[in-house]
């Protein structure tokens, strides 16, 4: 595997003295040139279909830190949008979006063949992207879990508990197995066409998997999951897929090998010890680093990223946070990060 990317060779399972390195949301609010970008922008989905202001917030952690991945920026909201739901943001506040709860809601959606003409500007950064991002750098495309979307869909907004999208699984199961079927479907098409512009690796979030319990992990996270890995790696065998079922706890256990991925991304809840012996012996794992820390740094950041290092120091790792960086997070403690990954 000589002469590959460090973060490819990862994913392909070769264990490596120092893991590859990128962070969650490392474009973001907490990077000065980051917040003045958006403003040339004018809002977050300005900056999100502006192709060559999204490219350029991709690479200005790539420039400021030389992190081994890029990830493309985007967000998981713009499938609804392209489904034809209405979204916008609120400062301070975040998403909000047209709901659905009726069959009424769901036939005003377009079909998943109509997403494109929407999301034609994201497959753009792509392509300047695959272009521009220096030769070691790696390009990440990304889609949310029909799961984490659909509760979005549903609720019309975040929820501490998901509790809408529960009502309407229980209540209407038939609708809610037929969003969840149209999100898959677009999601399929929508990675798809972003390895054709030139994403080296793709990551599915499913941010809210662990309020899916028993049965309803297995059916709403997990097989999505692994239909969405299956039609991909058909059409393009070889891109490695990443999957972050997170706060999936024990049931981190056993989820790459029934879903096909290459990587499993683990939240700061799981302790890494544990993983290694139990989600790390089937393939490579990514993580996981509290973002607090990006906000408190010190000794507390060094001693715990060591001690990340150490667990999966036997086996394939990327070096990651938990979940993604906040807003109110110090630059420098970012760096203090890498040097402490890549020095010792
Ligand atoms: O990681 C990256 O740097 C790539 C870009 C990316 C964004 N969102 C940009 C973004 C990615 C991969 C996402 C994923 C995403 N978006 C998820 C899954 C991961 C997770 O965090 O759990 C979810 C649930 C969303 C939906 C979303 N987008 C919410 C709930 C919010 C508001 C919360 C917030 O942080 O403000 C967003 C907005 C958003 N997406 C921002 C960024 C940089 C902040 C917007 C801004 O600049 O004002």
Same mark, same amino acid.
């Given at each position: ?17 120092? &893991?590859?390195?990128?962070?969650? /949301?490392?474009?973001? =609010?907490? %990077? $000065? ?7 040339? !922008? +004018? ?77 034609? &500007?994201?497959?753009?950064?792509? /392509?300047?992207?695959? =272009?521009? %991002? $220096? ?7 990304? !889609? +949310? ?200």
């Amino acid at each position: 595997m000589a002469g590959q990317k460090k973060l490819l060779r990862a994913l392909a399972g070769e264990k490596q003295d120092v &893991p590859p390195i990128w962070m969650m /949301r490392q474009a973001g =609010r907490y %990077l $000065p040139e980051y917040r003045a970008t958006r403003a040339q !922008a +004018g809002d977050f989905l300005s900056l999100c279909y502006n192709s060559e202001l999204a490219a350029e917030v991709t690479l200005q952690p790539i420039r400021r830190y030389g992190f081994d991945a890029a990830i493309l920026f985007a967000d998981i909201l713009l499938i609804p949008q392209s489904l034809g739901a209405d979204l916008w943001f609120v400062t301070g506040e975040g998403p909000r979006l047209s709901t659905i709860t009726t069959e009424a809601d769901f036939a005003k959606l377009g079909p998943a063949s109509d997403i494109h003409e929407t999301l034609n &500007p994201i497959y753009e950064t792509v /392509r300047i992207l695959s =272009r521009e %991002l $220096p030769p070691e750098t790696t390009l990440i495309g990304f !889609a +949310g879990a029909p799961w984490t979307v659909a509760t979005y869909m549903i609720a019309g907004r975040g929820t501490p508990d998901q509790g809408p999208a529960h009502a309407l699984r229980e209540e209407n199961t038939a609708l809610f197995e037929a969003l969840l079927a149209r999100i898959t479907e677009a999601t399929i098409d929508y990675l798809s066409k972003q390895i054709e512009a030139g994403a080296e690796v793709v990551k599915i979030f499913d941010s809210w998997a662990g309020s899916l319990k028993g049965e309803a992990f297995q059916k709403y996270a997990l097989e999505p999951c692994r239909q969405i890995t299956a039609a991909l790696k058909e059409r393009h065998p070889g891109i490695p897929v990443i999957g972050f079922p997170r706060e999936a706890g024990e049931k981190y256990v056993g989820f790459a090998k029934a879903t096909g991925v290459d990587c499993v991304a683990l939240d700061n809840s799981v302790d890494p010890v544990w993983a290694a012996a139990n989600v790390q012996v089937d393939g490579c794992v990514q993580g996981n680093l509290a973002s607090r820390h990006m906000v408190t740094g010190g000794q507390e950041l060094v001693d715990d990223t060591r001690r990340i290092v150490e667990a999966f120091r036997n086996g394939p790792h990327i070096f990651n946070l938990g979940h993604g960086i906040t807003p109110d997070a110090n630059p420098d403690n970012v760096q203090l990060m890498i040097d402490t990954v890549r020095n010792g």
